[in-house]
T-cell receptor, first 114, second 111 residues
Framework: GAGVSQSPSNKVTEKGKDVELRCDPI?????LYWYRQSLGQGLEFLIYFQGNSAPDKSGLPSDRFSAERTGGSVSTLTIQRTQQEDSAVYLCASRPGQSTDTQYFGPGTRLTVL | GIQVEQSPPDLILQEGANSTLRCNFSDSVNNLQWFHQNPWGQLINLFYIPSGTKQNGRLSATTVATERYSLLYISSSQTTDSGVYFC?????????????FGEGTQLTVNP
């Protein structure tokens, strides 16, 4: 079946602009995560959605970052007023539902802020 | 939160050699995964192994939860095994078992 998909695969933007990154999880997966991978910080958790529960936003680095998940499926990560330190690969993952199940990762969006 | 440490940070092998990668974690886990990150950056699932032993072809993994470590074994390595191997752990105290990643092991397999 189809895996996790993300778009765009690459995004180049200018400092100060807003960007939106999209994640389509595996069909039927109720849990969705955003992580980012950067040279200085490695792979780090950003935000977690589970069904209709309030998201766990504890990993978001600043209030410029926000995310939503519409209809329990597609998720959008928005970064406002981008800064150069936001440059990273943003990875989305989904899992079926139980907290002990495997997380499956998408190919990522490489964001470059000039 | 959970701390995850991987060793060695770098490993260079000749094709056909065997290797063992180690992952230490600081607390009880209910999720432990091994990934291979390919040259295009995709994280490929290798094992979901919070405890016990699993094998998949030339790869196998063992997690000893009581001693808080996991091992990934690669036998008869091939050049296509090159890349970064990540261990990631999710603890009982974190919502949704979000993963904390180690720094990775950069594996290079030479022909």
């Amino acid at each position: 079946g189809a895996g996790v998909s993300q778009s765009p695969s690459n995004k180049v933007t200018e400092k100060g602009k807003d960007v939106e990154l999209r994640c389509d999880p595996i069909s039927g997966h109720t849990a969705l995560y955003w992580y980012r991978q950067s040279l200085g910080q490695g792979l780090e958790f950003l935000i977690y959605f589970q069904g209709n529960s309030a998201p766990d936003k504890s990993g978001l680095p600043s209030d410029r970052f926000s995310a939503e998940r519409t209809g329990g499926s597609v998720s959008t990560l928005t970064i406002q007023r981008t800064q150069q330190e936001d440059s990273a690969v943003y990875l989305c993952a989904s899992r079926p539902g139980q907290s002990t199940d495997t997380q499956y990762f998408g190919p990522g969006t490489r964001l470059t802020v000039l | 939160g959970i701390q995850v440490e991987q060793s060695p940070p770098d490993l260079i092998l000749q094709e056909g050699a065997n290797s063992t990668l180690r992952c230490n974690f600081s607390d009880s886990v209910n999720n432990l995964q091994w990934f291979h990150q390919n040259p295009w950056g995709q994280l490929i699932n290798l094992f979901y192994i919070p405890s016990g032993t699993k094998q998949n072809g030339r790869l196998s993994a063992t997690t000893v939860a009581t001693e808080r470590y996991s091992l990934l074994y690669i036998s008869s390595s091939q050049t296509t095994d090159s890349g970064v191997y990540f261990c990631a752990a999710g603890g009982r105290e974190t919502s949704g078992s979000r993963l904390t990643f180690g720094e990775g092991t950069q594996l290079t397999v030479n022909p």
